[in-house]
C-alpha cells in the first residue's frame, strides 16, 4: 500500500510540474505571437542564438552563433549578479517598439571585429512561433505523457525510471527554450534540463531496452552520469547568480548533447544488430522512430556550435522530436518496453489516440495558417476547418487503433457465436475444454491456451491442487482473473470458471507473441467464454449426473422387478401351501376308505375356487380388488383351523369367538390372515403351547387377537412385518408381511406385543366394519 500512494505522489508531483512549466512558458511564448522584435533572437549573455529562420534580417546581415551585442541604441549590455546581459538588450527592443522607432542599431563583436548593425523591428512571424514556441510545447506534452505513463506501468523499473527521466528532462528543455531567448522567466529550468537531457540519454543507451553487461556489473555509471549533470547544471546555476557568463558551460552542455545523440542513435543500431526475437522487434520500432530525429538534432547542434543555421535541419528534427514518446509508447504496448505486465485500457487510449490527433491537426493547420501569414485572429479562423479535419483523422486512427490494439473487439460476436454453436453440441468436459482452447486459440495470439475442467467429486471436496489457484486475483463477479508475473505462474492469466459458488474449472493463458500487454477488451472476452464456459460445465455435469441416476434407476428397476418376480412366486408359494396340505390329508383319509363329511368337501371346493381366483388375478399381475362381504368371525376361525388341521395334529385352538359378530371383509384374504398369524402361533408355542383366538369389542370397533405362549418374538421386533425377515429356520419372512399387507388393504392395523406371559397380535378393525348381529346388519 505504502509503494502505491508513493507512485500516486510521484505521478502528482510531474503532473504538478508539467502544469505549471508548461503554462509558463506557453503564457510567455503567446505575448511573443507578433511581437515586434529585430529579426534575432539573443540568449541571457547577449549572444547571437542559432535559432530562427534564414529570412530573418540578423542571418541576412551575417549574424551568427556565437556573436555577441555589447552595445544596442547606445546602451551597453552589462552582466551583475541576478541580472542578465539580455535583460537590456529586451528593454531597448522594447522601448523602440513603443516609441515606434523601425529600427534598433547594435553593436556586435563578432570574430572579425566590432560590427554595427541596424536592424529592423518585424512582427514575430506566426511561422516561426508555431515551429520554435507552439510545436515545441506540444512535444513537449507528449514527452511527459510519455513518461507519466512509464511511472505508471512500472515505477520501480529501471528501464522506466531512466526512460522517464529523460522524457521528462527532454520536456523542459523544450518548454523553455523558447523562453530563454524571449520572456526569459525560467533560464534557471532551462540549464537545468541543458545540463540533465544529454547525462540522461546516455543512461537511457544503455538500459534501452535492457541494461548492457557493463551496466549490470557496475550500476554506480548511471549515478556517476546523473551526478556529472548535476554538477554541471550546477555550475550554470552558479555562474548566473554571479554574474559570469555561461558561454563556455553551454558549450560543454552542446558538445555533451551533440554526443549523447548520436551515442544514443549508434546504441540502438549496434543493439538491434545484435539482437533476436522479440527483442529484436522491440528495438526495430525503436530504431526507426529515435534515431533518426537524434540524430538531425545533433546534427542540428553541431553546425550551430560552428556557426552555421541549423533551421533547415529544424524543419525535420522537431516534427521528428515528436515520434520518440510516440514510439516508446507504443513499444510498451506491443512489447511491454518496461515490463509492466499491465493491463491495457481501451477507453483511456482512445482518449489518448483522440487528443493526439487533435493536437496534430491543430498544429499542422496552425502553422500553414502562419506559413501564409496570417494573424493569430486568422490562425483561430483556420482552427475551425481543423477541427472537423481532426474529427476525420480521430475517427480513423480509433477505428486503426481498435484493429491494431484490440482485435478482441472485433472478433467478439463471431467468437461468442461460434463458441456458443460449439458448446451446445457437446456434453463432456473435456469436449468442453477442447472447444474453448480452440475457441480462444483462434482470436488471441498467445504462446499456450488451457482449459483444466474438474471434476465434480473433486470440486465438492475440496480436492484442488495449488495451481488453480492464481496467485493475486482481480474479483469479478463469481470469476476471478489472476495477474502472476512469469516468475511466480506459468501463464500470464488465469480465469477461475464458476457456476453457482462451484469451481468447475480455470482457464490459463500465456504469454502473448511477442510480449504484448493484454488489453481490457481480451479480459472482457475471456469473461464472456469463462461464462459460457461455466454454463456448458454445469450442463455437462448436470447431464452426466442424469444419466448416473438414469442408470441407477433403470438397474433399481429392473431389481425391483426381480424382487417383485421374486415376492409374488413367495406369496403364491405361500398361499398354495395350505389348500394343498388340506387335501393331501384328504386324499389321505380317502384312501383308507374313511368318508369325507360334507364340511370337508364344502372347504375343499371353497379351496379350489380360491386357488382358481388366485390364478385368474395372477392375469392381470395386479393386487386382486377387495371383495367383502359379511361373515361370521366364529366361521372365520373355523375354516382357519380346518386348513391348520394337520399342523394341529392333536392341539387345539382356544377360541373365545361367539357366534354372533359378523365382520365385513374379503373372505380368502382374511382367511389368509388368520391361517399365516395361527400357523407363526403354532410354531412359536411349540408342542407343549397353547394357541387362542379372542374377540372383543372396543369403543371403535373391536380387536381380533392371536395369541400363543411361545417364548416371545426374537430379533429386531421393529421389523418383524418387513418382508424377508425371519428368525425360524427355514422360514421366508412373508408370512407377516402378506398378512401386513392385506390388514392395510381392509383398512386395519395390526400390533404385535407381549403381555402376561403371550406374544399377542392384535387386529383392530374400525366399528364399519364390525356388527354384532344379522338384525343390526340388515338396520
Known amino acids: 500500500m505504502r509503494a502505491i500512494e508513493n507512485r500516486r505522489w510521484l505521478l502528482a508531483a510531474v503532473v504538478l510540474a508539467a502544469l505549471v512549466l508548461g503554462g509558463l512558458g506557453i503564457r510567455n511564448a503567446l505575448r511573443w505571437y507578433e511581437r515586434p522584435f529585430p529579426g534575432v533572437l539573443v540568449d541571457p549573455d547577449g549572444v547571437v542564438s542559432s535559432l530562427g529562420l534564414p529570412s530573418w534580417e540578423g542571418f ?37 517598439a513603443r516609441e515606434g522607432q523601425r529600427s534598433v542599431r547594435a553593436r556586435v563583436e563578432t570574430a572579425e571585429g566590432l560590427r554595427d548593425v541596424e536592424l529592423t523591428l518585424v512582427p514575430f512571424d506566426p511561422l516561426a512561433w508555431w515551429f520554435y514556441a507552439g510545436g515545441l510545447m506540444v512535444v513537449a506534452s507528449l514527452y511527459v505523457g510519455a513518461a507519466l505513463v512509464a511511472l505508471s506501468a512500472s515505477p520501480h523499473g529501471k528501464l522506466a525510471r531512466a526512460f522517464a527521466s529523460a522524457a521528462l528532462f527532454t520536456a523542459l ?62 555550475g550554470l546555476l552558479a555562474s548566473h547568480a554571479v554574474g559570469w557568463t555561461t558561454v563556455g558551460l553551454r558549450g560543454v ?73 510516440v514510439s516508446s509508447v507504443v513499444a510498451f504496448i506491443r512489447y511491454d518496453l518496461w515490463g509492466s505486465r499491465a493491463l491495457l485500457s481501451r477507453p483511456l487510449t482512445r482518449v489518448i489516440i483522440a487528443g493526439m490527433m487533435v493536437a496534430l491537426t491543430v498544429i499542422v493547420c496552425s502553422a500553414c495558417a502562419g506559413y501564409a501569414g496570417l494573424p493569430l485572429l486568422g490562425a483561430l479562423k483556420v482552427a475551425v476547418p481543423a477541427a472537423v479535419v481532426s474529427a476525420v483523422l480521430v475517427v480513423f486512427a480509433l477505428g486503426a487503433g481498435d484493429r491494431k490494439l484490440f482485435p478482441a473487439r472485433a472478433e467478439y460476436k463471431p467468437t461468442v457465436e461460434q463458441l456458443s454453436e460449439e458448446l451446445t453440441l457437446v456434453t463432456d468436459p473435456e469436449e468442453v475444454a477442447d472447444a474453448v482452447e480452440r475457441t480462444v ?33 482481480e474479483q469479478s463477479g463469481e470469476r476471478i482473473i489472476g495477474l502472476g508475473p512469469p516468475e511466480v505462474s506459468a501463464s500470464e492469466l488465469s480465469l477461475t470458471v464458476m457456476f453457482r459458488g462451484r469451481l468447475l474449472g480455470v482457464l490459463e493463458v500465456g504469454r502473448k507473441r511477442g510480449g504484448a500487454l493484454f488489453t481490457s477488451e481480451d479480459l472482457d472476452l475471456l469473461r464472456t467464454i469463462g461464462n459460457q464456459a461455466a454454463l456448458a460445465l454445469a450442463h455437462a455435469h448436470s447431464y452426466a449426473e442424469l444419466e448416473r441416476r438414469r442408470r441407477e434407476q433403470a438397474a433399481a428397476w429392473r431389481d425391483e422387478r426381480a424382487a417383485l418376480i421374486e415376492t409374488l412366486a413367495a406369496e403364491i408359494t405361500h398361499e398354495v401351501r395350505y389348500p394343498i396340505n388340506f387335501f393331501r390329508s384328504v386324499f389321505q383319509r380317502g384312501s383308507s376308505d374313511q368318508r369325507l363329511d360334507a364340511e370337508e368337501v364344502e372347504i375343499g ?22 371383495e367383502r362381504r359379511r361373515l361370521s368371525v366364529e366361521e372365520l376361525v373355523s375354516r382357519a383351523e380346518m386348513l391348520l388341521r394337520d399342523q394341529l395334529g392333536k392341539r387345539r385352538i382356544e377360541a373365545r369367538v361367539s357366534a354372533t359378530p359378523r365382520l365385513r371383509c374379503d373372505l380368502d384374504q382374511a382367511t389368509q390372515v388368520l391361517v399365516n398369524l395361527l400357523s407363526n402361533a403354532l410354531d412359536a408355542a411349540g408342542e407343549k403351547g397353547t394357541i387362542g383366538v379372542t374377540w372383543a369389542t372396543t369403543e371403535g370397533g373391536a380387536e381380533l387377537v392371536v395369541w400363543d405362549t411361545g417364548p416371545g418374538i426374537s430379533g429386531d421386533a421393529a421389523r418383524i412385518f418387513a418382508p424377508w425377515y425371519t428368525t425360524k429356520p427355514g422360514g421366508t419372512g412373508l408370512g407377516l408381511a402378506i398378512t401386513h399387507r392385506i390388514v392395510r388393504a381392509h383398512g386395519w392395523t395390526i400390533d404385535a406385543e407381549r403381555r402376561d406371559g403371550r406374544t399377542r397380535f392384535v387386529i383392530s378393525i374400525p366399528a364399519a366394519d364390525v356388527s354384532q348381529s344379522a338384525e343390526e346388519e340388515v338396520a
Open 253 to 325: 552542455c552542446a558538445t555533451l548533447m551533440v554526443a549523447s545523440f548520436f551515442f544514443f542513435a549508434t546504441a540502438l543500431i549496434a543493439r538491434f544488430a545484435v539482437a533476436e526475437g522479440d527483442r529484436r522487434r522491440t528495438l526495430r520500432v525503436l530504431l526507426l522512430a529515435m534515431a533518426p530525429p537524434h540524430v538531425v538534432m545533433a546534427l542540428g547542434f553541431m553546425l550551430a556550435m560552428l556557426g552555421v543555421s541549423a533551421s533547415r535541419l529544424a524543419w525535420f528534427a522537431i516534427p521528428a522530436l515528436a515520434l520518440t514518446p
Open 441 to 473: 486459440a483462434r482470436w488471441l495470439p498467445c504462446e499456450r491456451v488451457t482449459f483444466r475442467p474438474f471434476a465434480a467429486d473433486v470440486v465438492d471436496a475440496g480436492h484442488l491442487d495449488g495451481e488453480a489457484r492464481p496467485p493475486s486475483a
Open 60 to 96: 541576412q546581415k551575417g549574424l551568427r552563433f556565437p556573436d555577441r551585442v555589447v552595445e544596442v541604441n547606445g546602451w551597453r549590455l552589462e552582466s551583475t549578479a541576478g541580472r542578465y546581459r539580455a535583460s537590456v538588450w529586451d528593454a531597448a527592443v522594447e522601448q523602440a
Open 173 to 234: 528543455f523544450q518548454f523553455t527554450i523558447f523562453d530563454y531567448h524571449g520572456a526569459r522567466d525560467l533560464v534557471p529550468f532551462f540549464h537545468v534540463a541543458y545540463a540533465l537531457v544529454p547525462m540522461s540519454f546516455f543512461t537511457l543507451a544503455l538500459r534501452l531496452p535492457d541494461d548492457i553487461p557493463l551496466l549490470a556489473r557496475y550500476p554506480a555509471l548511471g549515478w556517476i552520469a546523473e551526478a556529472l549533470g548535476g554538477l554541471l547544471a550546477a
Open 605 to 626: 371346493c371353497e379351496e379350489v375356487e380360491r386357488l382358481e381366483r388366485l390364478v385368474m388375478g395372477l392375469r392381470r399381475v395386479t393386487h386382486r380388488k377387495l
